[in-house]
């Protein structure tokens, strides 16, 4: 385990409780039915929401077809592709509205192997998020491109510096939330998608005060599909952190400002 984020580490958190695996999907017909077969296998005592943006390639019918032989498996059908981001706050309302503890945060492809998931569940224990993490001690990458390795160190570096977050994959998509943890951040405020949604939360849940653990994954490329990386998401990402960090350096200014005048009043 690489190391921990957070301000209240002695706090005790209870079980775990109910997990509910969210995997969003959009023309994902061909990995969806191995990717749960994989989660079901790896952590049978978890639930699995499939959402799915209106894939033209008829994922909802392959997902509905897998939820009709295993009732731990539920489909959300949503009404057209809005991004990840999107996907995922409403996994997690759907979560909140049943009463689950914790939710998981995998993506369809493959490239976030199931079996890793009972490490991050057992991490998250002792953590409000857990993070499987492709850049800590003990990760692993396989097959990606020379472009998309020094694209990704980057952009984390990049996120690390300028929010001031020590978390080496604030873009990892691997995660664990308790809900709790959830209920701590506005996610109402949340408007951002792709590696910028993943920042985002991550960034949330630090000022929140959230402990934040980070896990060493097998990250694998994905093997049947089409990638939705795009120019226009590392665009959106870079942009976003960038906004953020002006914004926190303006309440951390304001805020020294005022603590500096409260104390002239004090101590003239």
């Known amino acids: 385990m690489s190391g921990a984020v957070g301000v209240r580490p002695q706090v005790r958190r209870p079980g775990l409780g109910r997990v509910l695996v ?13 990717i749960v077969a994989r989660v079901r296998a790896a952590a049978p005592d978890v639930d699995v929401l499939i ?7 008829g994922t909802g019918a392959v997902a509905d077809a897998i939820a009709a032989t295993d009732a731990r498996v539920r489909v ?3 009404p057209g592709k809005e991004g990840l ?14 009463g689950y503890d914790a939710v998981v945060e995998m993506d369809a492809d493959g ?12 991490a ?3 953590a409000d998020v857990v993070i499987g993490s492709r850049w800590c001690r003990g990760a692993k990458v396989v097959d990606w491109p020379l472009r998309r390795l020094l694209l990704s160190r980057c952009g984390n570096l990049y996120a690390r510096v300028a929010l001031g977050m020590p978390v080496a994959d604030a873009t990892g998509g691997y995660r664990v939330y308790r809900l709790a943890a959830l209920d701590a951040v506005d996610l109402g405020s949340v408007c951002s998608q792709g590696y910028s ?5 991550s960034r949330l849940a630090h000022r929140a005060g959230a402990r934040i653990v980070e896990v060493p994954i097998t990250f694998a490329e994905r093997e049947r599909g089409a990638s939705k990386m795009s120019p226009l998401i590392v665009a959106e990402a870079l942009w976003r952190i960038s906004v953020w960090a002006v914004q926190d350096r303006r309440v951390a200014w304001r805020r020294g ?8 009043a004090r101590w003239p």
Do not use: C, K, M
């Not at 969210?22 to 191995?34: F, H, K, L, Q, R």
């Open 85 to 98: 981001g999107a996907a995922y706050l409403a996994g997690f309302g759907w979560a909140r509205e049943r």
């Open 124 to 126: 998250a224990g002792d």
């Open 51 to 57: 959402a799915d943006d209106n894939s033209p390639d």
């Open 197 to 201: 949604f993943q920042v985002e939360l």
């Open 76 to 78: 959300l059908h949503r």
């Open 111 to 122: 490239s976030h192997a199931p079996e890793d998931l009972p490490r991050l569940l057992a």
């Open 257 to 264: 400002v005022r603590g500096t005048r409260a104390g002239q």
């Open 22 to 34: 969210v995997i969003p999907t959009y023309n994902e017909a061909d990995n969806v039915s191995p």
